[in-house]
């Protein structure tokens, strides 16, 4: 239903032929070649079947669903993944670090005088290729492994993140913009997604590999490790980063400088008529040399410190090496250290370098990863502030009569655009709210069907606070039909269908005619099957309007909320429309938001609305006869041929 109140299922869209597909992008669609036809139907076939899934929606989340968003958390579902993986990073961690060891090992059991066997080394240097092939193996492994994991968690959390959507009030989505909750979708689940499929196990792996060469280093031989360890590692550590931070800065100047350079380039080639129409050439080129000046200068610092840190790593490198060959030589002379194990340590030496750099950048990743948790945490603890209570009961099937006693709303409490109203609806009874625009009669309406509660006072429905009852069991009751109805990408179907997911393709055709839709139908390529056009704009406002009615007249509410187009119908789909809204409205109660007095007249009952207040009620008659506020509208919609009654009124 319209108004964001169902968004039940959409599911079956895809089913459609291949004309359908080709309308939803936008195309003309000549049919499928015959000579093409037989790839397309193999590919349809390999089409992985994606079955009906039973998808379980309550307003109120479940224990599982309100669990706090923490990573261990969403990674626990998965043990198995998990385990699997970190499994496989300490394998490739231990096994990545076996070649230093048997090189020594090679060199003191095969090399050395009196130890001199080509056995041995030939034995090692198998080892060592099977282990690298080992290795190799297992990494690969493990990064299906994360990637599995990554990917599912991801699933979730995004699924999770869209049903916190649903549950969430109108409110929320009025106040927040739809963009910054587009990138909570996107970068924000991508960061987590980078964090899962890379980031932690790269920073497990080399954190380990650091570990385990640290060991090896200490149980070959304290003193030298002790050289190694604590002086190379934190003057590589600090440098790196520093280097880190800097360039981060260096790219997220050069970053937003060339967006300005951008920016005033595509201004200067749009707005060239102006430019040359005035003569500014010399003071855009001045412009212009400004902003690109700006940007070179990023790119020279950036420069700059890649300049100061691969030559400055390098150093420190020849460093450590130059200390080791001093200190570990004197000690080989001393006898305190065998030959074979000061070349296993120049050949760890260097394997500290990618870990430490890659531990780095991976910091940063997991920092990201972070912020992105913490974003989606806080979005996923916000309540919905229309919400059930805890032993809400499920609304039994009304009558229909709406009560509204002494209620006072404000979209912020402060200021109140609704002051203690009281208003009967009885079952049946079609009443039209009319007055000005901005009085209040949207808000009365959104009331009725809990879009947003009142700030005192209670609406009932059959006598029952609809604060008590389920959302699902109330909404299913109150049909709504928008202003502005939406429409989905899908079919015409699809879309009635919206009203009633178990609606038979005869429901269908029945509210077709009666809304008055039957010749557009009968006109289109595709009929029902047609696609229509993002948000429907391949249809006009009238016919939208009808598909709205279609969906109310399947829905088949006990209560009708129908916020009537401002834009004005032409004459004839006027008169369609009105006949439609006839036909739906028998027997049932209804708010008419009126912005046509024909449409009020045609009402049981007229509420004037004003300033959040109603200052006049009672049949079309009455309050003609009246000669009030209602009375002068009327004149006033008389007088100016029947336009817009909101206007006339104003
Ligand atoms: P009507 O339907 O009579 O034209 P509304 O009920 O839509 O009037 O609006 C009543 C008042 O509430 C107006 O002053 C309007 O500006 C304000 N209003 C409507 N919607 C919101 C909202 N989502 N947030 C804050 N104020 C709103």
Same mark, same amino acid.
Request: overall charge neutral; proline content about 4%; aromatic content about 6%.
């Given at each position: ?93 231990l096994t990545l670090q076996a070649g230093p060891l048997l090189t020594e090992f090679a060199i003191k059991n095969g090399m050395e005088p009196g130890h001199r066997d080509l056995k041995v080394i030939a034995a090692c240097a198998i080892i060592y290729l099977v282990l690298a ?79 385990v060469i640290t060991v090896i280093l200490f149980k070959t031989n304290v003193e030298l490790a002790a050289w190694t360890v ?90 450590g090496q130059?200390l080791l060959l001093g200190i570990g030589g004197r000690m080989v002379l001393d006898h305190q250290l065998n030959i074979a194990y000061l070349i296993a340590f120049f050949l760890y030496l260097n394997r ?106 209670? =609406?009932?429905? @059959? !006598?029952?606070? +609809?604060?008590?009852? $389920?959302? /699902?069991? #109330?909404?299913?009751?109150? &049909? ?127 509420? =004037?609305?004003? @300033? !959040?207040?109603? +200052?006049?009620?009672? $049949?079309? /008659?009455? #309050?003609?006869?009246?000669? &009030? ?22």
């Open positions: 239903m319209g108004w964001g109140g169902g968004f039940g299922g959409g599911g079956g869209m895809f089913g459609g032929s291949a004309s359908a597909a080709s309308g939803r992008a936008g195309l003309p669609f000549g049919g499928i070649p015959s000579e093409l036809m037989d790839e397309a139907t193999k590919l349809l076939a390999s089409e992985p079947e994606h079955p009906k899934s039973n998808v379980h929606f309550t307003q109120r989340p479940s224990e599982k669903e309100r669990e706090r968003l923490t990573l261990p958390n969403l990674i626990k579902v998965y043990p198995k993944w998990v385990v699997s993986g970190s499994l496989l990073v300490i394998i490739t961690a092939l080992v290795s190799v193996y297992f990494q690969r492994l493990q990064v299906d492994v994360t990637g599995k994991l990554s990917s599912r968690v991801m699933h979730d959390l995004r699924i999770r993140v869209f049903t916190h959507f649903q549950r969430l009030s109108l409110d929320f989505f009025t106040d927040e913009k739809a963009g910054v909750l587009m990138s909570r979708m996107t970068s924000d689940v991508e960061n987590l997604q980078q964090l899962v499929q890379d980031g932690i196990s790269q920073f497990a792996l080399q954190g380990l590999t650091m570990i604590l002086l190379i590692v934190p003057l590589l550590f600090v440098f790196t980063v520093w280097f880190h931070q800097a360039s981060e800065k260096g790219y997220l100047l050069a970053r937003d400088r060339i967006a300005l350079v951008l920016a005033d380039l595509s201004e200067s080639l749009y707005g060239i008529r102006v430019v040359t129409a005035n003569n500014r050439q010399k003071r855009n080129i001045r412009n212009h040399r400004h902003v690109v000046g700006a940007y070179r200068d990023a790119n020279i610092y950036t420069g700059r410190v890649n300049a100061i840190y691969g030559p400055s790593t390098l150093m420190i490198g020849i460093l130059a500290f370098f990618a870990p430490i750099q890659l531990l780095v950048q991976q910091y940063n990743s997991l920092q990201q990863g972070r912020s992105s948790i913490i974003r989606l945490r806080e979005l996923l603890e916000i309540p919905p502030t229309v919400d059930e209570i805890a032993n809400a009961v499920t609304l039994p099937a009304i009558e229909g009569r709406i009560t509204f006693e002494n209620v006072s709303f404000g979209y912020n409490p402060d200021t109140l655009v609704l002051h203690d109203v009281n208003l009967v609806i009885e079952p049946g009874e079609s009443v039209a709210f009319v007055g000005p625009t901005g009085a209040g009669k949207s808000t009365m309406a959104k009331l009725a069907n809990r879009f947003y509660d009142p700030t005192s006072g209670r =609406v009932l429905v @059959d !006598g029952i606070d +609809v604060r008590t009852v $389920t959302l /699902r069991s #109330l909404r299913s009751q109150l &049909g709504v039909v928008p202003q502005e109805p939406f429409l989905f990408a899908g079919s015409i179907r699809t879309n009635l269908r919206f009203g009633d997911l178990d609606a038979t393709d005869e429901d269908i055709e029945t509210a077709i005619d009666v809304v008055g839709l039957r010749e557009l139908v009968d006109r289109l390529p595709d009929g029902l099957d047609t696609p229509v056009h993002e948000r429907g704009q391949t249809l006009s406002a009238g016919e939208r309007q009808q598909l709205a009615l279609a969906r109310a007249f399947l829905a088949r509410p006990r209560v009708l909320i129908l916020d009537e187009a401002t834009s004005s119908l032409d004459l004839r789909s006027e008169t369609v429309i009105e006949r439609a809204l006839d036909r739906l409205l028998e027997g049932r109660s209804a708010i008419l938001i009126a912005h046509r007095l024909t449409t009020a007249q045609r009402a049981d009952r007229i509420v =004037v609305i004003d @300033d !959040g207040g109603i +200052v006049e009620m009672g $049949t079309p /008659r009455e #309050l003609l006869k009246l000669g &009030g506020a209602y009375a002068t509208m009327y004149d006033a919609w008389l007088a100016s041929g029947g336009r817009d009654a909101t206007r006339a009124g104003a």
